[in-house]
């Protein structure tokens, strides 16, 4: 099966300022890697995603990059606010099984200090 | 548009008493559907995956069941609680494809 390993845990940066947090995958058939971010007492929400026939995609503030090379994978969020700050978690469909064989990182506190 | 309900919200429940959670979708046809846990402060423990009426798959073995009785319905359930049964339920739906949506979740409460 998959593994993904997400750091960091909590991440704090400043308003305005940009924030990276990055997930390493071992399965190199997986193809699929959502971002999601979950609020407080809410489900996980999909903010980004990208399939590795690409290998950088932009959406606003937000961008994902992928290297398939190295097996990992990275949100950026610029122009940070109050609002971005969540529990971000990234994912890896692998290519082996059912399900659609999502597996999940532990998850990244972001803190946006004003 | 795609909709995903969950209830109930919040549930406290005691030791040793039954469980049912439901999870119903709207907007899509043939869904698959997944049951996940979170635990306080960590990521998703997928439960349960079905990709149609009847068929559940589970992932980690455990005294919970699931069961899909109508194509968009999915229901989690337990005859008897553990303590360790507590956490925040997700339930998510995709079209078959990569993308998984997630519902609002059930925080339950066992004392």
């Known amino acids: 099966g998959e593994n993904v390993e997400q750091h960091p845990s909590t991440l704090s940066v400043q308003e305005g300022d940009s924030a990276v947090i990055k997930c390493t995958y071992s399965?190199?058939?997986?193809?699929?890697f959502p971002w999601y971010k979950q609020e407080l007492g809410k489900g996980p929400q999909l903010i980004i995603d990208i399939r590795s026939n690409v290998g950088e995609k932009k959406d606003q503030r937000i961008a994902v990059t992928l290297n398939k090379t190295a097996k990992h994978f990275s949100l950026h969020i610029t122009e940070t606010q109050p609002e971005d700050s969540a529990v971000y978690f990234c994912?890896?469909?692998w290519g082996g099984g059912g399900a659609d064989g999502l597996t999940f990182g532990k998850g990244t506190h972001l803190i946006i200090q004003p | 548009s795609q909709t995903i309900h969950q209830w109930p919200a919040t549930l406290v429940q005691p030791v040793g008493s039954p469980l049912s959670l439901e999870c119903t979708v709207e907007?899509?046809?043939?869904?698959?559907l997944y049951w996940y846990r979170q635990a306080a402060g960590r990521g998703l423990q997928l439960l349960f995956y079905s990709v149609g009426i009847g068929q559940i798959s589970s992932e980690v073995p455990q005294n919970l069941s699931a069961s899909r009785p109508q194509d968009r319905q999915f229901i989690l359930s337990s005859k008897k609680l553990l303590l360790s049964d507590s956490g925040f339920y997700l339930c998510a739906w995709s079209a078959g494809g990569e993308t998984q949506y997630f519902g609002p979740g059930t925080r339950l409460l066992v004392l």
């Open positions: 907007g899509t046809s043939n869904p698959n």
């Open positions: 399965d190199s058939a997986s193809n699929y």
């Open positions: 994912a890896a469909r």
